[in-house]
T-cell receptor, first 112, second 113 residues
């Protein structure tokens, strides 16, 4: 089944403890992206990757890192999480940056 | 800077009604426009994607139209059902910013039996 998977689905952590949210797709898509969704602010793009080893900032990249070492995986790294990073995070993939995007199920992160 | 607006923020209709959801964007230089559905606490499901050269796209009871010159798209849902209750979002990738995707705030639809 073609899909985008994220792990973990739920995470509660404390301020400053480094964490990684994984994202994987099995559709051989070149493009992958991370978003966060907050009440009243909607969905905002954090980082995106047009291909392996090619990443670029979205609208809200501060406090996040990404890497794209292989086509199927695009992990989101929070080196020192803070409470304002408490949010619902989505990973998405697409054939290219201009094609239909397919979303993962989301990761609900709480930073205490 | 591209901005995407969806009005109304919430809509409640009785089952069986035909309805229209609106999406406006400030910069007509778009590559395409995508409509998504999001159920509470869940991920986004792609419904329709309209290329900038198209006027409309249909899938089952859904029909999406695009008018670039006026900066508007509409999503028409025919014969609404309680299962259509969800939040509907539109999103556009700006023409010269490959990889970026800008979302509207969404319209929360409730279809009452």
């Amino acid at each position: 089944e073609a899909q985008v998977t994220q792990n973990p689905r739920y995470l509660i952590t404390v301020t400053g403890k480094k964490l990684t949210v994984t994202c994987s797709q099995n559709m051989n898509h070149e493009y992958m992206s991370w978003y966060r969704q907050d009440p009243g602010l909607g969905l905002r793009q954090i980082y995106y990757s047009m291909n392996v080893e090619v990443t670029d900032k979205g609208d809200v990249p501060e406090g996040y890192k990404v890497s794209r070492k292989e086509k199927r995986n695009f992990p989101l790294i929070l080196e020192s999480p803070s409470p304002n990073q408490t949010s619902l995070y989505f990973c998405a993939s697409s054939v290219s940056g201009y094609n239909e995007q397919f979303f993962g199920p989301g990761t609900r992160l709480t930073v205490l | 800077k591209q901005e995407v607006t969806q009005i109304p923020a919430a809509l409640s209709v009785p089952e069986g009604e035909n309805l229209v959801l609106n999406c406006s964007f400030t910069d007509s230089a778009i590559y395409n426009l995508q409509w998504f559905r999001q159920d509470p606490g869940k991920g986004l499901t792609s419904l329709l994607l309209i290329q900038s050269s198209q006027r409309e796209q249909t899938s089952g009871r859904l029909n999406a139209s695009l008018d670039k010159s006026s900066g508007r798209s509409t999503l028409y849902i025919a014969a609404s059902q309680p299962g259509d209750s969800a939040t509907y979002l539109c999103a556009v990738p700006p023409w010269n910013q490959g990889g970026k995707l800008i979302f509207g705030q969404g319209t929360e639809l409730s279809v009452k039996p």
